[in-house]
């Protein structure tokens, strides 16, 4: 493969010369923080359609292709990559950054990001971990990307949907993004690649979650689609933080992918958020916000540009955090799900059996400009809480949970908890319910947390099968029977079986390769 001009490479620059180049570029402005605030352009969200996994020896057999893993030949790959050199090559400076994925060391990815934008460069500063001055000096790359937005694909000549493209050649061990501005394009195609190296090499669970750690060395797994609440819920004061988004579960340890956080900004304020509020300073970078009157305080209301604002910054950012990016084996695992039926509970307890159920199903409802095309709450089932970046079958991760879940923990009684959290609506479906208080979703996780749920009353679901409790303190006993919250308990029982026959469809796809425990920890048809 070709080898890019070094004398045009600008490597591994530090923040503040980054921020610099960007603002002198008229790329950006900093906001009264000093948070550096940038735009994507055309793409504000990712664009699941328009990922591609080249196919070949390799992997013909091992990638679950379809709608999810769309094929694209070697051709195709080498045209477009290419065309990224001869781009890149043409350029007067090109942004190089040497990072690693996986705070294991076991399992540690050296990655090496190539950019068109000196903003591109300090997202993945912020977002993968940072090799020491020492294991710079011998940095040897397993996987390369290349991100140069201005490349554009030709629907015609290569195949693609559109102009935009995201390829990864498993082979090449390279991605190649063109089209997109949009930054989370670079990391989500990172942690592709390890959701199909880790279960297949090392037995690894490959997770989209937010993990954090207790007093007591308890650690806590929070899996979620985005705007389901990962970051939000996991960035606890009481708690310290592993990471945000994406981790992996191994024989010996929870450990983070990310050196840093990806979270939305929509509605951030210093009392919802107050961690995520704090770590918006200098060297954190916030994409496509609005500002106030005065032009540098910048306005989280504002949704003109898109619902989806994010802010990226260094795990450091956040004052209580696992330095070492790792945690025990978890003690307590989050499903979280923003239901927009208004049916599941706030909280409720799950089997093993229906763990992987839900897992399996990822039920919850997209938020909007989270992705490309979503411009309404729209419910949706997601393989293992993100199929769009899963290569193997979902049964594959399932299993790896099952399996994992029913192993243990090493601390107290050795049991994993597994929780489904509903951070949606409650007292009628999107439109005529409510929103589930976020300090009520947060006292319910801490009483899980704590063990005050251990000893309280359950009832069962009668559509579900979940187990709910009957009291938890500092919540209303009122909302955690999410049929006592609705005006006419007949249009929920309605709604409940609407959803229920919802959820067994989808899993009629997966249902060949289940097993009938799994199978009957559904709900009732």
């Not at 790959?77 to 040497?98: G, M, P, Q, T």
């Not at 390279?174 to 592709?192: D, L, N, P, Q, R």
């Not at 970046?389 to 908890?417: C, F, M, W």
Request: glycine share 8%; hydrophobic share 35%; charged share 25%.
């Amino acid at each position: 493969m070709e080898v890019l001009n070094q004398k045009k490479q600008l490597r591994n620059l530090v923040p503040a010369a980054l921020v610099e180049k960007t603002i002198i570029n008229g790329q950006g402005q900093l906001s009264s923080t000093g948070a550096l605030v940038i735009k994507t352009g055309k793409f504000t969200g990712r664009s699941p359609k328009d990922r591609y996994i080249v196919k070949d020896a390799l992997t013909e057999n091992s990638v679950d292709w379809g709608d999810i893993n769309l094929p694209i030949s070697t051709d195709t790959f080498s045209k477009l990559y290419s065309k990224i050199i001869k781009y890149a090559e043409s350029l007067d400076e090109i942004y190089v950054r040497d990072a690693h994925a996986c705070a294991n060391p076991n399992y540690k990815l050296n990655v090496r990001v190539y950019t068109e934008y000196p903003w591109q460069s300090l997202f993945a500063y912020n977002m993968f971990l940072r090799p020491s001055a020492k294991d710079l000096e011998n940095f040897v790359p397993d996987w390369k990307v290349f991100s140069f937005p201005s490349v554009l694909a030709d629907a015609k000549v290569h195949g693609t949907r559109q102009e935009n493209f995201a390829i990864i050649n498993f082979t090449k061990k390279t991605i190649i993004i063109g089209g997109t501005a949009y930054t989370g394009e670079i990391k989500k195609g990172i942690f592709s690649v390890l959701n199909y190296l880790l279960p297949t090499q090392n037995n690894v669970l490959p997770m989209h979650c937010s993990a954090n750690v207790g007093a007591q060395g308890d650690t806590a797994l929070f899996f979620g689609l985005s705007g389901t609440g990962k970051t939000t819920l996991s960035n606890d004061p009481e708690r310290r933080l592993i990471g945000d988004d994406e981790h992996g579960w191994s024989k010996e340890s929870v450990f983070n992918f990310e050196g840093g956080c990806y979270a939305k900004t929509i509605d951030l304020s210093p009392r919802k958020e107050p961690q995520i509020y704090k770590a918006i300073k200098f060297g954190a970078m916030l994409e496509n916000v609005g500002f106030m009157e005065d032009g540098c305080t910048v306005n989280y209301e504002d949704v003109s540009i898109t619902p989806n604002t994010r802010v990226s910054y260094p795990i450091y950012h956040i004052d209580n955090i696992m330095y070492n990016s790792r945690g025990d084996l978890p003690r307590n695992i989050f499903f979280l799900t923003c239901d927009a039926f208004g049916i599941l509970p706030p909280i409720s307890k799950l089997t093993p059996e229906q763990a992987m159920y839900h897992f399996i199903s990822g039920y919850t409802a997209k938020i909007a400009g989270t992705e490309e095309g979503i411009n309404e709450p729209q419910a949706t089932f997601s393989a293992c809480f993100g199929a769009p970046l899963l290569p193997l079958h979902p049964t594959a991760y399932a299993e790896l949970l099952g399996d994992k879940v029913k192993k243990g923990s090493r601390q107290g009684d050795g049991k994993i908890n597994v929780w489904l959290i509903n951070t949606g609506w409650s007292g009628g479906g999107y439109g005529e319910g409510r929103r589930i208080d976020l300090p009520f979703t947060r006292a319910m996780i801490k009483a899980a947390l704590t063990g005050e749920l251990n000893n309280v009353e359950y009832r069962e679901h009668p559509v579900f099968k979940l187990q709910m409790p009957t009291t938890c303190p500092d919540v209303p006993n009122a909302i955690l029977n999410p049929r006592d919250t609705w005006r006419n308990e007949e249009d929920y029982d309605k709604v409940a079986k609407k959803l229920a026959k919802l959820f067994n469809d989808n899993f009629k796809k997966y249902a060949d390769q289940a097993t009938k425990e799994i199978k009957a920890a559904g709900p009732k048809a």
